[in-house]
């Protein structure tokens, strides 16, 4: 709950994302005054980059509960529950109109990167009467300039789409890697390779790494341009099976569908496939070679251009000042790492939480939204609705009804895409996604 001390300052939410808009939404229902900051010039800007992209849940599961009262009351009329929007469509079908709506629109600020998150007057390491002063946010502005806003809480829903995995072994940038990037030769995740990025890759030598949601649809896009366009498929898992679901016997149509087409590529040799690749690095010359190693020695491959699909990382810089609880392995908050461990969870069976297990040392922030996952590749959007629900109802008092944490999760819905098992990201060897029959999960507990 706010304290007397911070109340005249508003809640800054950062970033306009769904997760972020819809922080703004619960809060706007409950009459607290909120700041939202978002890096981009209008709202959804990651998402306008993969808007391409057609989501894996339908619009039932990707709208917020006080969004849509909002907008509802508005005139808006809810787009069809069981389509599958493309990201395009849910940023302007509903995350636009939402942004627009007045409670709303009069409370974000665009091209305001936030850079830092600190205690006004105070650093990481000073206790005394911390809880009871105002958060320092500083932004940088579009003209390069810095500002600082207070705040009295602060939900950062910043998201972890600007900080792509490296694609180096280890976890780390391969060396060549930033070279390469600079030089154009490795496109950003998720380009669109029908459309606006056709150019970088028709005809070329593409190869695409990673075996998750995003390798899946980038290699089916691409094998729909001219045959001049050869088309690799890198992977570090040694057995495709799992990225391929189970063709016509797979107990998800869409899932088999989209599986058996891939191995169809596979198999005809359109598509090559290099499995046990592990990137060791690149050299840049008139192509890019990617240097590996597989069970069979050293490789190197010759390509124009690389699309990397292996998933996203937090960017936890900008919170360096505050006292932070994170799981050592994924980098979500403490308590939420094991419910999300991609080692062991899938994007359906991740338990519902609220404002206790996403609370740190440093009372009244929170991480919420993708960026909460960690480096965890299975967040849904109706997991951050419901953690920007119980949070807003926290910081209004209601502690009921911040620990009436209720959540139904479509175990189908969520994962008929979803190649392997993961939402974004390598398949991991133990994750169980999508091999159970077609139901709702349905969860209801005090957290
Ligand atoms: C290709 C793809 C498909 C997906 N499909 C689904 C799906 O079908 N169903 C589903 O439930 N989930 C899906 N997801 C996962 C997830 O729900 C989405 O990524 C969703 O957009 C996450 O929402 P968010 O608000 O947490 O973050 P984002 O949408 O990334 O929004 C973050 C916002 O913060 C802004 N920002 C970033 N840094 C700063 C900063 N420093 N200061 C200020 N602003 C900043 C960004 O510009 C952005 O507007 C998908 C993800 C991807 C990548």
């Given amino acids: 709950m706010l304290t007397t001390a911070t109340t005249s300052h508003p809640v800054v939410i950062i970033g306009a994302g769904p997760i972020g808009l819809a922080a703004a939404a619960q809060l706007s229902e409950r009459g607290l005054p909120f700041v939202v900051l978002e890096a981009g010039s209008t709202a959804a800007a990651a998402i306008t980059d993969w808007g391409h992209t057609r989501l894996f849940s339908p619009w039932q599961y990707n709208l ?8 509802e009351a508005s005139g808006w009329i809810a787009p069809d529950s069981e389509a599958l929007p493309t990201g395009h469509e ?24 936030v850079t830092a998150v600190s205690r ?8 005394a009467r911390r809880e009871e002063t105002p958060f320092l946010v500083r932004i940088e502005t579009a003209d390069g300039y810095s500002d600082d806003v207070l705040a009295s809480a ?83 898992t040694a057995d495709l099976t799992r990225v391929y679901g189970g063709g016509e016997q797979d107990e998800l149509a869409a899932r088999g569908a989209l599986g058996s087409r891939l191995r169809q590529l596979v198999d005809s040799g359109r598509i090559e496939v290099l499995t046990s690749f592990t990137i060791t690095h690149f050299s840049l010359e008139d192509s890019l070679t990617v240097h590996a190693v597989t069970p069979n020695g050293e490789r190197e491959v010759s ?58 040392p440093e009372k009244n922030f929170y991480i919420v939204g993708m960026k909460s996952y960690g480096r965890a590749p299975t967040f849904l959007m109706a997991t951050g ?21 209720h959540l139904e999760l479509p175990e189908t819905g969520v994962c008929t895409t979803d190649l392997g098992g993961s939402c974004d990201a390598p398949a991991p060897a133990d994750d169980a996604c999508c091999s159970s029959s077609p139901q709702m999960i349905e969860l209801s507990v005090g957290r």
């Fill in 64 to 71: 917020d509960a006080a969004a849509q009262r909002l907008l």
């Fill in 90 to 113: 849910l940023r302007e079908q509903y995350l636009e109109p939402l942004a627009h709506l007045p409670q709303i629109a009069e409370s974000i600020r665009y091209d305001a990167r």
């Fill in 120 to 127: 006004a007057g105070m650093d990481k390491t000073r206790t």
């Fill in 154 to 236: 602060v939900i950062d829903a910043s998201g972890t789409w600007s900080a792509p995995n490296p694609l180096g072994q280890a976890g780390l940038l391969a060396p060549g890697e930033r070279q390469a990037l600079a030089a154009g030769r490795i496109t950003p995740p998720l380009p669109d390779v029908q459309g606006r990025d056709r150019e970088r890759v028709a005809g070329k030598r593409v190869m695409v790494t990673g075996a998750g949601h995003s390798a899946a649809n980038t290699l089916l896009d691409l094998a729909e341009l001219d045959a001049a366009t050869t088309i690799i498929w890198a992977v570090r």
């Fill in 303 to 360: 390509v124009d251009v690389l699309v990397p699909a292996t998933g996203f990382r937090p960017d936890l810089g900008m919170l360096a000042e505050l006292r932070l609880n994170l799981d050592p392995a994924v980098e979500a908050p403490t308590q939420l790492g094991p419910l999300i461990d991609p080692e062991f969870h899938s994007c359906g069976s991740v338990e519902p939480h609220g404002e206790r297990v996403l609370s740190h």
């Fill in 385 to 405: 609705y419901e953690q920007v629900r119980s949070i807003a109802a926290a910081l209004a008092g209601d502690r009921e009804a911040a620990d009436a944490v």
